[in-house]
């Protein structure tokens, strides 16, 4: 199982960055993709995930009109374009894997059954 994230690096505040992560050694369709993010001595947040059966997004409220997720079916592919970052986005981003027939929204770290190894963002005002 491999989860791998790539796209992030330093952007100014308003600039914007696509995340990738690329899924394979799993049934892509029966789970849900998304991403949480890190930023230094906090705790680790859902930030959005993708339902990779129904297309259906969800997204924590901080990002929610500035960043959207979607899914390349064929290429096993998520991706997240973060639009207008602002600097309390900087964080180091992971790429999750959670089953859909246990998934909630919120969506919290313990229920996650995959993650990649994490990609940093920064953004500078």
């Known amino acids: 199982v491999q989860l791998v994230e790539s796209g992030g690096g330093l952007v100014q505040a308003g600039g914007s960055l696509r995340l990738s992560c690329a899924a394979s050694?799993?049934?892509?369709?029966?789970?849900?993709i998304g991403w949480f993010r890190q930023a230094p001595g906090k705790e680790r947040e859902g930030v959005s995930c993708?339902?990779?059966?129904?297309?259906?997004?969800y997204y924590t409220d901080s990002v929610k009109g500035r960043f959207t997720i979607s899914r390349d079916y064929a290429k096993h592919m998520v991706y997240l374009q973060m639009n207008n970052l602002k600097p309390e986005d900087t964080a180091v981003y992971y790429c999750?894997?959670?089953?859909?027939?246990?998934?909630?929204?919120?969506?919290?770290?313990?229920?996650?059954?995959?993650w990649g190894q994490g990609t940093q963002v920064t953004v500078s005002s």
């Open positions: 993708i339902n990779i059966r129904d297309d259906n997004p």
């Open positions: 999750a894997a959670e089953s859909r027939q246990s998934f909630l929204w919120p969506w919290y770290e313990s229920e996650s059954d995959y």
């Open positions: 050694g799993f049934s892509f369709d029966d789970y849900v």
